[in-house]
């Protein structure tokens, strides 16, 4: 599992952004959440290489790219994904993106105006108000938990991430999942990004989903803890057009737990014409 590598790097205001290119086809941009990373997403990145150019990157913050003090809060994703679709020159790409890279999809979409060909939302971040009792807790004391001894950090974060999974996680899998988080560096940009989470940047976002302008699905699972099933009907609600899908014994760790029923229902979706 540690083989995954973003060889590329764009320049995002002096912090390294990486990234990578695969497949040859019409072009698909992924973008992942948190606490994850673009190796969470590698089967689908993996399976639609075959017949799509797939572009995939780390979050600032995350994964391999810049994990240095700074914002790496949900309203600068959206301009980090909005300079890379620059930078890779892409008009128009279809767009799949998972918890917070679901709300970075939306707010470049719909604040940024970045058009995009169809939208693939999986288990989203995108209705207020959302974060756990750990999450407020870290927000209130950020300094604390960054200062805790290393084997106590990777203790919170294992059993923090299982609970994103309704089956148990593979060790290696798991084991892929806590790496970036640790050492001093990663360490610190753990407790730090979810302290800058805050559910502002979905409010100004939000009251906009009437306004979207391409196809959208939405893939859930049916037993996400996380953000449970009722926030999909509500944005399925709230997006005009949108469509629903949900994937059975799966948890908020979906794209772990069942890729090839989220393939199924992408292809779909992907190769239909608006």
Known sequence: MSGWRLSQAYDFHGRAVRYEVRGRGPDVVVAHGTPWSSFNLRHLIEALASDYTVYYFDLLGYGQSDQSAGDVSLGIQNRVLDHLLDHWQLHRPSVIGHDFGGATVLRNHLLDRREFEKIVLIDPVALSPWGSPFFKHV??????????????????????????????????????????????????????????????????????????????????????????????????????????????????????????????EIRQFLGTKA
Do not use: C
């Open 139 to 264: 927000r209130q004391h950020e300094a604390a938990f960054a200062g805790v001894p290393d084997y106590i950090h990777e203790a919170v974060i294992r059993a923090y991430v299982a609970t994103a999974a309704y089956e148990p996680i593979e060790p290696a899998v798991m084991d892929a999942i806590i790496a970036p988080w640790t050492g001093a560096a990663g360490k610190a940009a753990f407790y730090r990004q979810i302290a800058q989470a805050d559910s502002k940047y979905t409010d100004e976002v939000q009251i906009h989903y009437a306004n979207v302008r391409a196809p959208v699905l939405i893939l859930w699972g049916e037993k996400d803890t996380w953000i449970p099933m009722e926030r999909a009907r509500e944005l399925h609600q709230l997006i005009p057009g949108s469509r629903l899908r949900t994937i059975a014994d799966a948890g908020h760790l979906v794209i772990e737990e069942r890729p090839l029923e989220l393939l199924h």
